[in-house]
Nanobody, 119 residues
Framework: QVQLVESGGGLVQPGGSLRLSCSAS????????MGWYRQVPGKEREWVAT???????NYASSVRGRFTISGDFAESTVYLQMNSLKPDDTAIYYC?????????????WGRGTQVTVSS
């Protein structure tokens, strides 16, 4: 069974940086799309960035120029480098990877990691 595990969240001051990591475990044959979303309690989940083998890299306008997504399709691992963090970036961050396992192609989600930007 495939599982995604995120790490790297925490508390940081405005202007600081954090690096999130997400790795998939299980029997994985191939991955093609990886991304990050975030959610504030009481609000809808918001797309942050995508790293796609077919469509390249894309960012939400709110994070473009400050966040950098990267990853390794062969290792089913995705990262999010977050710089110049603002209080508005405070949220639970979720990774997502579309991959092929013994169950076929599915999009899997991590459980989330809390990022808090506060002085």
């Amino acid at each position: 069974q495939v599982q995604l595990v995120e790490s790297g969240g925490g508390l940081v001051q405005p202007g600081g940086s954090l690096r999130l990591s997400c790795s998939a475990s299980g029997t994985i044959f191939e991955a093609n799309n990886m991304g990050w979303y975030r959610q504030v309690p009481g609000k809808e989940r918001e797309w942050v960035a995508t790293f796609s083998s077919r469509h390249g890299i894309n960012y939400a306008s709110s994070v473009r120029g400050r966040f950098t997504i990267s990853g390794d399709f062969a290792e089913s691992t995705v990262y999010l480098q977050m710089n110049s963090l603002k209080p508005d970036d405070t949220a639970i961050y979720y990774c997502t990877i579309n991959l092929q396992s013994q169950e076929g192609w599915n999009t899997h989600w991590g459980r989330g990691t809390q990022v808090t930007v506060s002085s």
